[in-house]
């Protein structure tokens, strides 16, 4: 199974940017897809952030012109970069991606999540 892990939280000031990784493990041969949530206290977990094979990326409202998402597969990695950070983008947040296998085998997979923490 491929396992994913997340880095690059912390906390930082309302305006300041942090970005996300989420790293897919050897084994992977090509990530297709890779989607961000979050999950604040008291809240369920939210989509925020899709990008796919084709370059296409999807955004809730709420993190458009703000929020990036990529994938550069040759190192494996997908990214989360977040500017201009409000405090209510305060939350977990956890990536999920599915692609294939080096043994052509189908994968999707969830990080285990990363803490953000905005202050104002």
């Known amino acids: 199974q491929v396992q994913l892990v997340e880095s690059g939280g912390g906390s930082v000031q309302a305006g300041g940017s942090l970005r996300l990784s989420c790293a897919a493990s050897?084994?992977?041969?090509?990530?297709?897809?890779m989607a961000w949530y979050r999950q604040a206290p008291g809240k369920e977990r939210e989509w925020i952030a899709t990008?796919?094979?084709?370059?296409?990326?999807d955004y809730v409202d709420s993190v458009k012109g703000r929020f990036s998402a990529s994938v550069d597969n040759a190192k494996k990695i997908g990214y989360l970069q977040m500017n201009s950070l409000k405090p209510e983008d305060t939350a977990v947040y956890s990536c999920?991606?599915?692609?294939?296998?080096?043994?052509?085998?189908?994968?999707?997979?969830w990080g285990q999540g990363t803490q953000v923490t905005v202050s104002s």
């Open positions: 999920n991606a599915d692609g294939r296998t080096v043994w052509g085998r189908d994968f999707s997979s």
């Open positions: 050897g084994s992977t041969f090509f990530i297709n897809r």
């Open positions: 990008f796919s094979g084709s370059r296409n990326t």
